[in-house]
Each structure stands twice: as structure tokens, then as C-alpha cells.
């Protein structure tokens, strides 16, 4: 887990486009603007967790009392089990902080572009 | 015998399921023969390996309803509106089989939706259906590679590894069916 200066520095390099091929990894339950296996991701940055009208979370999620930011993201996508027991995303994380940080850039550029915020 | 040592998708089935139930560790054959002190001894995590087979059969339904939107879609022309079916045709073997596991393991397995959003509209060309597909597909095999080490029940992970190579040939056909190459790389993620 990065900390700290390094973090910030980490998710300020974040390469959106490099942030699309590691986004495929997460088509099998998501997508940016449905509701699918897992919530939709468009406005995810900024949202607060288990807020998406029309998806059914764990109570898990909905009781978590995070807001999605960059190092919350960063800090669920390393480990979601881990970092809220009983979620529904049971996904071993991505491991590498490089990738998590593209992934997130990704995610903030597509919110941008395609889904009206 | 191996899982992996049957010859037919409906022997490997069998051999998941077993006679009267899966063929499991002593821990999860003691769970289903109701010993749950014993199971949890033996660190077993119900709760956890239910949710994770919830998530994989969730995937799967929808799956299932996506191969039907691109089936129905007019789009799909033979020999790939067949080739279609038959992926199809797994991915309800497959939840039909984590369905069972759930219920056997004591959980509920979830519905399929009364209704799915999918792409329908940017849905234009037998092209982009396979596209479709894949995408779906690649998704499916990364959510198992990640699902695989949180089972508790090594039985599971060995499963579901065997579900994830499946879906992994899927994606490799539907590639090569998009003239892409089918395997464009050495490793998964």
C-alpha cells in the first residue's frame, strides 16, 4: 500500500490510456454507464459508496461510509475483500499501484467524456 | 479423479457435482453433511465462498441474457450464430452448476434479472456483437483469475479455474472470429 507523498505522486501519474487496457479487466461485472454484476462507474470518483439508484449492494457496501476519491479507490481496488469484508466484488484486487492509478485516471478521464460529469 | 481428467463438459459436471453432491474437501463434504463445527475447524468460510460463487453466478446469468440479446439480434450469421449457442449453452452450465454449489453450501443463489441494460443501441454489425462478446468474455476470465485465490475451499478455486479456462477459449474464438489475434498474449489479467 502506498502512503502519503508517494501516493499522491503515484495517482497524479496515472495514465488514462494505459487505464483503458487494465479497465478490461473489470468488463466482466462493469461498465461505465449500466448497472450490471456490479454498479455502473460513470461519476464513481466523488460518489459516495453504495449510492448508484437501481443497484442492489451488500449491505457491507452500504454500510461502509466511504466516499470514492482517488485513495479510496486506490486502497479498495488493491484488495476489496479485504478492505470491505462482505462485499459483493470478490476480486483479489489489482496488484500493481501503477496499474491501480492508470485504472483511476481512466475512470475520472471517462467520467469526463462520456458520462456527463 | 481430477476434475480436470473428464473427457466431456457433462462428465467434468458430473464429476463437480458428484453422485449426490460436490466433490469436495473433507471440510466443505462436512459442511454439507450438516457438521458445521467441523467444517469451521477446518477453516472453512461459508459465508465467504457462497458470496463469491453469488458474484460468478450473477456473471454468468447475465451472460447467459447477452448471448441471447446477440443471438436475437439478426446480426449473427451461421457458422458464428452457432458457434453463439454453444457458448451460451456453457455459461448456463455453469450457473446452473454454481447454482446447485450455493444452495448445497446452504446459501441462496441469486435470480436472474427481469431485465438487463446492454449496448443493444451501438449494436449495429455481426462485428460489433463479437466485440460485444469479447469484451464480456475477457471481463469473465479476469473476474474468475481474481475470484480463484479467495476461495477457501481449494475444491472451488480448482472449479472455477476450470470455469475461467472455458471462458478464456470463448474469448480466444470470438478474437479470431474478428480477425484479431486469438491469444495476444502470454498471461492473463
Known amino acids: 500500500m502506498l502512503e502519503g507523498a508517494v501516493l499522491v505522486a503515484a495517482l497524479a501519474a496515472g495514465d ?16 461505465l454507464e449500466y448497472n450490471r454484476t456490479g454498479p455502473k462507474h460513470c461519476g464513481v470518483v466523488g460518489r459516495r459508496a453504495g449510492s448508484v439508484p437501481g443497484y442492489e449492494y451488500s449491505p457491507a457496501m452500504k454500510k461502509s461510509g466511504i466516499v470514492w476519491s482517488e485513495k479510496s479507490l486506490e486502497r479498495f481496488l ?18 500493481e499501484a501503477k496499474d491501480r492509478a492508470d485504472l483511476i485516471a481512466y475512470l475520472k478521464q471517462q467520467t469526463a467524456a462520456r458520462c456527463g460529469g | 479423479m481430477s476434475f480436470f481428467s473428464y473427457a466431456s463438459p457433462i462428465a467434468a459436471r ?28 477446518a477453516g472453512g468460510s461459508k459465508a465467504s465462498d ?28 451461421k457458422p458464428v450464430l452457432t458457434l453463439a449457442a454453444q457458448f451460451q449453452g456453457h455459461h448456463k452450465e455453469h450457473a446452473d452448476v454454481l447454482a446447485k454449489t450455493i444452495q448445497q453450501l446452504g446459501g441462496k443463489p441469486v435470480a436472474a434479472k ?22 464480456l468474455e475477457k471481463g469473465a476470465v479476469s473476474a474468475y483469475l481474481g475470484a480463484v485465490p479467495l476461495f477457501a475451499n481449494r475444491d472451488l478455486s480448482k472449479a472455477a479455474a476450470s470455469i475461467l479456462g ?24
Open chain 2, 14 to 41: 458430473r464429476a463437480f457435482l458428484g453422485k449426490s453432491g460436490l466433490v469436495l474437501s473433507g471440510s466443505a463434504i462436512a459442511l454439507l453433511a450438516g457438521r458445521d463445527v467441523l467444517a469451521a475447524k
Open chain 1, 78 to 95: 488493491a484488495d476489496p475483500p479485504k478492505t470491505v469484508p462482505g462485499t459483493t466484488m470478490t476480486y483479489a484486487g489489482v496488484p
Open chain 2, 50 to 77: 457462497t458470496n463469491i460463487l453469488n458474484t460468478a453466478l450473477a456473471a454468468e446469468l447475465e451472460a447467459v441474457a447477452a448471448y441471447q440479446v446477440g443471438a436475437e439480434s439478426g446480426l449473427l450469421e
Open chain 1, 16 to 31: 488514462p490510456a494505459a487505464g483503458e487496457a487494465v479497465y478490461s479487466r473489470c468488463q466482466g461485472c462493469h461498465s
Open chain 2, 114 to 135: 427481469t431485465k438487463y441494460d446492454f449496448p443493444t443501441s451501438k449494436l449495429k454489425s455481426q462485428a460489433d456483437v463479437l466485440r460485444f462478446a469479447a469484451s
Open chain 2, 166 to 189: 472455458d471462458e478464456a477459449m470463448h474469448w480466444a474464438v470470438l478474437r479470431n472470429a474478428l480477425g484479431e489475434n486469438p491469444v495476444p498474449s502470454a498471461f492473463v489479467s
